[in-house]
Nanobody, 128 residues
Framework: DVQLQASGGGLVQAGGSLTLSCVVSGFTFDDYAVGWFRRAPGKEREGVSC????????YYADSVKGRFTISRDNAKNTVYLQMNSLKPEDTAVYYC?????????????????????WGKGTLVTVSS
């Protein structure tokens, strides 16, 4: 079974940093794209950042560009989201996801179309 386990959320003051981690199992991690999504209270789900299997294509939502960095460690089956200069509007439940059906698309494609396997979210709260 494909499983994703996210961690690293918490409470942080505006301007602070957090690093989210997501360990995946049940498939050949380096063959597939992975991404981070978030859902803030009362808002639609947003694709925050996605990275293709080859690392050739990464995508960042405009709202996080320049502040967040996605990376993957294929040896550890882990994807990270380094979040710097956090703002209160970054407060949300963050989900990691992967897509094992669609291969070879851009990071932007996955972040806009969604993915087919999701982990349980981790809550990030940024206080002002």
């Amino acid at each position: 079974d494909v499983q994703l386990q996210a961690s690293g959320g918490g409470l942080v003051q505006a301007g602070g940093s957090l690093t989210l981690s997501c360990v995946v199992s049940g498939f050949t991690f380096d063959d597939y794209a992975v991404g981070w999504f978030r859902r803030a209270p009362g808002k639609e789900r947003e694709g925050v950042s996605c990275i293709s299997s080859s690392d050739a294509s990464t995508y960042y939502a405009d709202s996080v560009k320049g502040r967040f960095t996605i990376s993957r460690d294929n040896a550890k089956n882990t994807v990270y989201l380094q979040m710097n200069s956090l703002k209160p509007e970054d407060t949300a439940v963050y989900y990691c996801a992967t897509d094992v059906r669609r291969i070879g698309y851009s990071g932007s494609y996955y972040c806009h179309s969604g993915m087919d396997y999701w982990g349980k979210g981790t809550l990030v709260t940024v206080s002002s």
